[in-house]
Every structure is written in C-alpha cells, then in structure tokens.
C-alpha cells in the first residue's frame, strides 16, 4: 500500500512538474520578440507618472513625456498628478518590464532614461500620452520614437483625455 501511495505521489508531482515547467515555456513564449533584446528589470517604486524606480534601485525616467509633478513634500500636485502616478502605479508596480535607450542614457540628475515597454510589447511611454495622463517632451537627440509619442498626444488632445479635458483657457501652463 505505502508503495502505490508514494508511485501515485511521484506520478502526480511529475505530472504537475510538466505543467509547470510547459506554463513557463508559454510565458516567455507569449513575449514579442523585440522584447528579448532588451533589458528586463522589475518596479518596485512609483515616484509619479513619468518617475519609477527598479528592484535593484535605478531611477528610470520616460522618455518622450512629461507627467504632472506631484511635488512631495514640496506644496500640492500640479493637475492631474495624482491620475498620472496611479495609472503608473496600476500599471508597472511589481511588473516585469522591458527597457530601450535612446541616444543619451542619463540625464544630468543621474536617473536612467528610457522607453519602457511592458510584457505584452505594449509601449507605456505612449500609452501615458495616450491616456492624457502626460504632455509630450522631446529632448534631442533622444527622438527615436518622437513621430509615434507626437500622434499619441495629438490623440489625446483631439479626445479631450486626461490634462486636455479641461477647458483650453483653463489648462495649466506646464501643458501647454
């Protein structure tokens, strides 16, 4: 009987072994190609909308866009701050994601720039523009995607998303 019952529990650990390991294959199987030749590194913390930190402590910061600050400690958000770094926080926190460098890897306050892309081969950069939740910044020579990031924003502002929802005149001037 004690040998039925441990071929039965090696039968069922090998069996859940293969699903496993065959779930595995499907992941790394299901990430679009162009994301293996980039870097895969992990959120672990959202400053604000365009601001994020890695689990191994680099400050990423987004290429292309410019998210409401949330000035901590400093006075209140600017508009729509806190839209920005919850979409952000919803969105990357605990992520695995995946980075691309553009000409200039990092700005004079020391934080890596970069366009980040997400498992699925979403491209969030964009996304955040998109969604209204960031206003376009291109910085040269930095512009690798800029056609893309300008009609994302162009889009937004056309469907009044997020920053653009608001009447012109009453649009702060950091959007603009």
């Known amino acids: 009987m004690k040998k039925k019952c441990l071929f039965l529990f090696l039968g069922i650990a090998f069996i859940f072994s293969l699903l496993l390991l065959s779930g595995q294959s499907e992941e790394i199987e299901s990430v679009p190609d ?49 839209e920005a770094f919850e979409y952000t926080k919803e969105n990357l926190l605990g992520q695995l994601v995946y980075l691309e460098y553009d000409e200039v890897k990092e700005d004079k306050y020391g934080r890596t720039l970069a366009y980040l892309f997400l498992a699925d081969g979403s491209f969030f950069n964009e996304k955040l523009l998109e969604e209204g939740y960031a206003r376009l ?20 502002r056309n469907a009044g998303r997020g920053i653009w929802s608001t009447a012109d005149e009453e649009i702060p001037d950091y959007v603009q």
């Open 34 to 82: 162009f994301l293996l030749d980039l870097e895969q590194v992990r959120i672990n913390f959202i400053y604000d909308g365009d601001t994020v930190r890695t689990d191994t402590g680099e400050k990423i910061r987004l290429l292309g866009v410019d998210a409401p600050e949330m000035n901590w400690g400093e006075g209140e958000p600017d508009f729509y701050a806190w």
């Open 137 to 156: 910044l291109l910085i040269p020579p930095n512009l690798k995607y800029s056609d893309k990031l300008k009609e994302a924003e162009a889009e937004a």
